[in-house]
């Protein structure tokens, strides 16, 4: 079964023009997709619906196999962990070290002292992070930062990774760079939608586009590209 589902999705933020109509999509788990569009175009509002950031107007989302309309309150922070995800700008913790940004993703659920100590230097190695592990933040360059995001998006092995603009912004050498990292978690079995704008990189990449134009889906083609829709 598909690991996300939209079932005639529409979402109104308020009255007139929706910010997605009619959607219906389903994503297979091991899947690597891009959602591609231009500003406006409703990406954003997709990932938030799969964060059950917000409620869709009509329709339904399956995410993990789950109806995130029947999840109750109480249940949302632990769904949303369940899942990897990463944003544009980061958003790491910025008073704490490499070590301690992941280490916390765990450490927010619990996860005992000895595995921690084992799974976040295996994660931060895997990233080609191990000699930073006692920087801030601040003290590394913005590829670095994003190494560090998805560190702590993957330290708990989550089946579905989440990434809203990845490299927006990054250079192209450190976009291409978390690029295959992102291709390499794909290979090893993570489910992975990336949200972009970075037509070069949908271009060369051959992964299944989504193609979103006002809201509503254009296109969805397998080994697709960024332009070819537009
Ligand atoms: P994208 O991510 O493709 O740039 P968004 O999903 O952010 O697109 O936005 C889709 C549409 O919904 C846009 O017209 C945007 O202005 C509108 N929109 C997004 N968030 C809100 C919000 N919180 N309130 C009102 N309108 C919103
Ligand atoms: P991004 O570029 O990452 O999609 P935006 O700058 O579009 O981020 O949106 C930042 C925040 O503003 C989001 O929480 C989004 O929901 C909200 N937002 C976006 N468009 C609108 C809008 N037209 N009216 C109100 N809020 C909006």
Redesign the pocket.
């Known amino acids: 079964a598909p690991v996300i589902v939209f079932e005639n999705v529409s979402k109104a ?2 009255k007139g ?1 929706p ?2 109509s009619n959607i219906n999509l389903q994503i297979r788990k091991g899947e690597f997709v891009f959602i591609v ?10 990932i ?1 619906l799969m964060l059950k950031e917000i409620e869709p107007t009509n329709g339904k989302v399956y995410v993990n196999y789950k109806d995130l309309s029947r999840l109750r309150r109480g249940q949302v922070a632990k769904y949303r962990r369940s899942l990897g995800v990463v944003f544009q700008n980061f958003r790491l913790l910025k008073d704490r070290n490499v070590y301690e940004n992941v280490a916390f993703a765990q450490r927010v659920i619990e996860t005992p002292n000895r595995i921690i100590r084992r799974q976040v230097p295996a994660i931060l190695s895997v990233m080609g992070l191990s000699d930073k592990h006692k920087s801030l933040p601040s003290e590394l360059s913005g590829g670095e930062q994003q190494r560090v995001a998805l560190a702590r998006a993957l330290v708990n092995n989550p089946i579905i990774l989440l990434a809203d603009e990845p490299t927006g912004n990054l250079d192209p050498k450190n976009s291409w760079e978390i690029m295959r990292l992102l291709e390499e978690i794909n290979k090893r079995g993570t489910t992975v939608v990336v ?1 972009t704008h970075n037509s070069d990189i949908v271009d060369k990449m051959q992964k299944r586009v989504i193609t ?1 134009n006002k ?1 509503i889906l254009i296109s969805d083609e397998q080994k697709g590209g960024y332009t070819r829709a537009h």
Do not use: N
């Open positions: 933020y308020q023009t910010a997605i569009g231009s500003s406006g175009s409703g990406k954003s509002t997709m938030k949200v979103m809201g």
